[in-house]
């Protein structure tokens, strides 16, 4: 069954808007092309079957990629790709069987300072928790209401970006970011089995890590370890890289690892990691 | 700034849609109108509050209610209303200032047999668990995946309603309603201030034992121990009240308590509890 495909308006019906039962993807478009459009693509079709999504073929969702960028021809910018489980009577429970709803939207890139990868950013940590929830952990589902009132706490504070902790005090990610530590020459993320959201750009981290041979692990990350780490940095996969320059009470000013981590994926196809 | 007021179609662009940034409210209708009009305004009002809506004239929420009433005369049945944080860009952070857009729909009761709120319903334990999240808790907010899993499990097992727990094995709440048990003749319920949706019938029912000198206990309750409880029923301002019959390998057939609550809030101004 062939997904939905949703102009600039959806039905009052939509299980998206009525439940946040959807997944989405938020992609670079680099030269008119969306260069990691595989990784995301595959984390989609992972995230649709954990959440018990009829399956889409892979070509639907990229053929509808192609067709948008045939559309406008924008060279630099974002598209994003929502998928909804459709539309449903009242209540909770999916019907069976539902047919999805795809919406391809385009978007200018973000406006940051051009300095924030070079000197890094300035980040808080949000006091607004990150909840527990394996069954969710991990997806880029649409039920974002915390990375909400995480955001908004950073905009109330004037960072660029705040760092996110569950009830425990072990750092999740950022709210939109996900968060990198260099403690004692190991590269340390934590672990998403719990919270946060399984970014495309820190898979790739990971991978580039290991194969210039460094020590990896994926831990838990206490905030107040994280403070004393050598070096943090964020990875998103439209911003790219940000060290982290500022991070409450504490300071860094030379990020080797993110420069090296940045020089090295630019080379292998993430040419605004350069 | 007065709400946009959807009609059966949201832009794209829709914060509900995109980040589940929004609340709901569903209503019975009773021969024409909504009893519990009140409470569930009450609630959202407190809700828009906590995530930092703009605030509403209560006058513009009732107003809409009245005019669904007005053009759909159908005696009985649910009136839902939906409030998001209306049009934004792409991330998370909302516009400031953000003009919310309200959606009224309307919907025939839930089908369900007519038998349940005498001989009780069969429960299970749901296996998604509800991540404890204080700045969303209680709160009836549009991101629900967490209860679209917990419903799917319950459509699934063919239950009538799933028990959804925390990761420290405590009750919080069913898919779609409150719980309630009587431990040695004392009213206990679980605190909502981690995880859950705080009922506008629960509130009616706490109320109601206290008035009628009732002990009641806020608290947390292991799912171990509810299943030793000497009575258990679930509260939901559309269905009522509903005694649980079967819970695991538990079972129930008097319900005291909840019969005595059904009689005492039928005569407070909610019919459908009779």
């Known amino acids: 069954m062939n997904p939905h495909e949703a102009g600039d308006r959806v039905p009052v019906t939509d299980r998206g808007l009525l439940y946040g039962d959807g997944l989405f993807e938020t992609m670079r478009v680099w030269q008119g092309t969306v260069p990691l459009l595989p990784d995301h693509l595959a ?35 974002v598209l994003k790709l929502i998928v909804t489980r459709g539309d449903g009577g009242r209540g909770y429970a999916p019907p069976v069987p539902a047919r999805s709803r795809l919406l391809v939207t385009r978007h200018p890139l973000p406006a940051w300072r051009d300095d924030l990868s070079s000197k890094g950013v300035r980040c808080g940590r949000c006091q607004t928790l990150l909840g527990r929830s394996p069954a969710t952990a991990g997806l880029k589902h649409l039920s974002r209401i915390e990375q909400v009132l995480g955001a908004a706490e950073v905009a109330a504070a004037g960072w660029d970006e705040g760092l996110m902790c569950d009830e425990a005090g072990q750092v999740i990610e950022g709210t939109r970011a996900n968060v990198f530590a260099v403690v004692g020459g190991v590269l340390v993320t934590p672990a998403l089995d719990q919270s946060g959201v399984a970014g495309v750009l820190r898979e790739r981290v990971l991978s580039w890590a290991k194969r210039v041979g460094m020590d990896v692990e994926i831990r838990p990350l206490a905030y107040d370890a994280l403070m004393m780490a050598d070096e943090i940095f964020l990875s998103n996969s439209v911003f790219g890289l940000w060290p982290v320059a500022e991070l409450g009470e504490a300071r860094w000013d030379t990020f080797p690892l993110c420069v090296k981590a940045g020089e090295g994926l630019a080379g292998e196809g993430i040419p605004w990691l350069a």
């Open 43 to 77: 984390r989609l079709a992972s995230g649709l079957a954990r959440l018990g999504f009829q399956s889409l073929q892979p070509s639907i969702l990229s053929d509808a990629v192609s067709r948008s960028l045939a559309e406008d021809s924008t060279a630099e910018g």
